[in-house]
């Protein structure tokens, strides 16, 4: 085709029509668009501007997906309830979940736990661990949101003064967005909000990947099992892929080092006196009618009390050779019970010193959770192991979590202390 037939087709197309009203009702579209922009915008922001003034640590994302700072660390401790997680067997979209929260306001008289939305909770089962008898719920929905779920937990008796409501929850959770098959394999994925976690392949799967660094055992009966905390205590978004496998795994004897819920408070005196208040509570789970403190081996604490957590009452301690010992109200009998147990004492420690204007708090700790409070006036200015760092009561704390199999560690700490501080 020729270069002036091509121009000729061109100019014999027929011209598009103008309306003159649409356009105009177009300009005016687009007129009032903007003019809605202009409004909201700007008061948009002045809502956001006045959110951040009334809550500058609001946490979460931007639109823009940067993130929103979240307030201080002030909590002395994290990881204070253990979930487990039981993935059952391919195709029912669903996993057991063995669960120990704690209600800790004195005078509660239930302990509440919501489902979260988009899982189906069944084959509920409540315990009181201090006896091993069932505990009285209700499983209901509530609110306007068919898949808002609450269960209501009684007590056995309102939390005391000084003490804590404690229950073993065991419930099986259906839910497809967590619980996938792709072809044969098992896909397992979920935000777990739970910072002291336990996840069980069912039996005769192995693990192609998990995205988390976690203790991995076998349990008596062959299945496998990962267990994993989070020292910053937010939560854990796992991605677990697991297949059929014809390997058969003997069982192995590594503890769940993250279902022990020893957790040790140093409070340390005044630096120049060398002297450390000790606050350590856990649970005990071995038979008997009878615990042993078996950590005051590490701690030789003067001004020793014991106390009962599930009672608030004070246990009578008594040696027994060289183990000292406590008689339990309700001897422990089966794997549903344990003792709740604080102790607190006195500590006299040549590591805790002033050196060269340094504070310096120098020893091996135990267990999973230790948090060093240092006393007022001090900054922290060094940690030899890694701890998070914050303030409680206007005192700095470093907290520690020890993702070691070893059951001790030592850590240094130096700080310093804030010109006009008193002592």
């Known amino acids: 085709m020729s270069k002036g037939t091509s121009m000729k087709k061109e100019q014999n197309k027929p011209k598009k029509k103008r309306y003159p009203d649409v356009q105009r009702f177009r300009r005016l579209i687009a007129g009032a668009a903007l003019a809605v922009v202009i409004t909201v915008v700007p008061a948009l922001m002045t809502a956001q501007q006045r959110g951040a003034a ?52 004195a005078g509660a008289t239930e302990l509440i736990n919501a489902t979260r939305g988009g899982s189906e909770g069944s084959d509920i089962t409540v315990y009181d661990p201090r006896t091993g008898k069932p505990l009285k719920f209700t499983y209901q929905q509530e609110g306007s949101d068919p898949e808002n779920h609450v269960l209501h937990v009684t007590l056995p008796i309102p939390v005391p003064q000084g003490g804590v409501g404690r229950v073993l929850i065991y419930k099986t959770y259906k839910d497809p ?52 905390a989070n020292p910053s205590g937010q939560s854990n978004p796992v991605t677990i892929h697991a297949r059929k496998t014809t390997a058969a ?33 856990y649970s005990d789970y071995r038979k008997g009618d009878k615990a042993r403190l078996d950590s005051l081996g590490y701690l030789a604490l003067q001004d020793l009390n014991v106390i009962d957590l599930d009672t608030a009452k004070p246990f009578v301690p008594a040696k027994e050779g060289s183990a000292t010992l406590v008689k339990l109200g309700l001897p422990i009998v089966d794997d549903k019970q344990s003792a709740h147990i604080k102790i607190t004492g006195t500590l006299k420690d040549a ?19 230790n948090t060093i ?17 914050g303030t409680y009561q206007g005192r700095a704390f470093v907290a520690l979590i020890n993702l070691n199999a070893e059951n001790n560690y030592r850590v240094t700490i130096h700080a310093r202390r804030r010109a006009g501080a008193g002592t």
């Open 54 to 105: 009334s809550n500058p640590f609001p946490g979460g994302a931007n639109p823009d997906g940067s993130l929103r700072p979240t307030p201080p660390v002030t909590r002395l401790f994290t990881q204070d309830a253990y979930t487990e997680y039981a993935i059952l067997e391919p195709g029912s979209e669903s996993f057991g979940i063995r669960f120990l929260p704690e209600e800790t306001r």
């Open 177 to 228: 967005r967590t619980y996938i098959m792709h072809g044969d394999d098992i896909v397992w994925v979920r935000s777990l909000s739970g910072y002291r976690l336990g996840v069980l392949l069912p039996k005769g799967f192995a693990f192609i990947s998990s995205n988390v660094a976690a203790q991995l055992t076998t349990t008596a009966d062959g299945r496998l099992k990962l267990a994993f």
């Open 249 to 281: 795994f003997a069982a192995l004897k590594y503890e769940d080092m993250f279902f022990d819920d020893i957790r040790t408070l140093y409070d340390l005196d005044a630096a120049e006196a060398g002297r450390i208040k000790v606050e350590q509570i």
């Open 351 to 369: 590591g805790y010193r002033v050196d060269g204007g340094d504070l310096v708090f120098d020893r091996t700790v135990h267990g999973l959770r």
């Open 373 to 389: 409070l240092l006393p007022a006036g001090w900054d922290v200015s060094g940690v030899s192991q890694s701890g998070t760092v």
